[in-house]
């Protein structure tokens, strides 16, 4: 079926340091892949996507690129703020369906 | 900007209670889902509707019904709460669904604890 993996959290980082959270998935076809962030006390954000290989997402200084050969989706940022911190959640779906299927997250915190 | 909007944000239920929990959306969006997060976990679909009068299961059905009887609203039914149902639970909503990648809007989320 279906599934992705992220890096194990929690990250914790310095405020400007680099970004790196890995995320791989397991699916036929062309999946489309996603990152969300979620605040504390908050609903899922949608922080960036891409639907093709090779594709690269971006949004608010964070990138991800769409890697079929390595069937990755790595998310990072060069500068990371205080303001970053929250629970970042990898996703993909396939063509077709309704049904995103989630990563288990990780936390970041990012310190001052 | 309302977006989707979930009640109640927390609720304690006793082992066999019934609930509902509510969820409108005021962007005329067509579809709308419902997901479970678990601790440590990411989310998983429960049921999700494509339009008033249609709805289907997601992968975790088990214990809860659905109902879409208009466009804006999509209340998730518990009937007999077990504590494997305590979780925070996420309605969400698209236009078109999410082919090509379409963006699906996430509510707050509702904090349920069964005791």
């Known amino acids: 079926g279906n599934s992705v993996t992220q890096m194990e959290g929690p990250v914790t980082l310095s405020e400007e340091a680099f970004l790196t959270i890995n995320c791989t998935y397991t699916?036929?076809?062309?999946?489309?892949l996603f990152w969300y962030v979620q605040y504390p006390g908050e609903g899922l954000q949608l922080l960036l996507k891409?639907?093709?290989?090779?594709d690269k997402g971006s949004n608010k200084g964070f990138e991800a690129t769409y890697r079929k050969e390595t069937t990755s989706f790595h998310l990072e940022k060069g500068s990371v703020q205080v303001s970053d911190s929250a629970v970042y959640f990898c996703?993909?779906?396939?063509?077709?369906?309704?049904?995103?299927?989630f990563g288990k997250g990780t936390k970041l915190t990012v310190n001052p | 900007n309302a977006g989707v909007t979930q009640t109640p944000k927390f609720r304690i239920l006793k082992i066999g209670q019934s609930m509902t929990l509510q969820c409108a959306q005021d962007?005329?969006?067509?579809?709308m889902y419902w997901y479970r997060q678990d601790p440590g976990m990411g989310l998983k679909l429960i049921y999700y509707?494509?339009?008033?009068?249609?709805?289907d299961k997601g992968e975790v059905p088990n214990g809860y019904n659905v109902s879409r009887s208009t466009t804006e609203y999509f209340p998730l039914r518990l009937e007999l709460a077990a504590p494997s149902q305590t979780s925070v639970y996420f309605c969400?909503?698209?236009?078109?669904?999410?082919?090509?990648?379409?963006?699906?809007?996430f509510g707050e989320g509702s904090w349920l604890t069964v005791v």
């Open positions: 969400a909503s698209s236009y078109s669904g999410l082919k090509g990648g379409n963006t699906i809007y």
């Open positions: 699916a036929t076809g062309y999946p489309s």
């Open positions: 891409a639907t093709k290989a090779d």
């Open positions: 996703a993909l779906v396939k063509g077709g369906s309704e049904k995103l299927v």
């Open positions: 962007m005329n969006h067509n579809y």
């Open positions: 509707s494509v339009g008033a009068g249609i709805t």
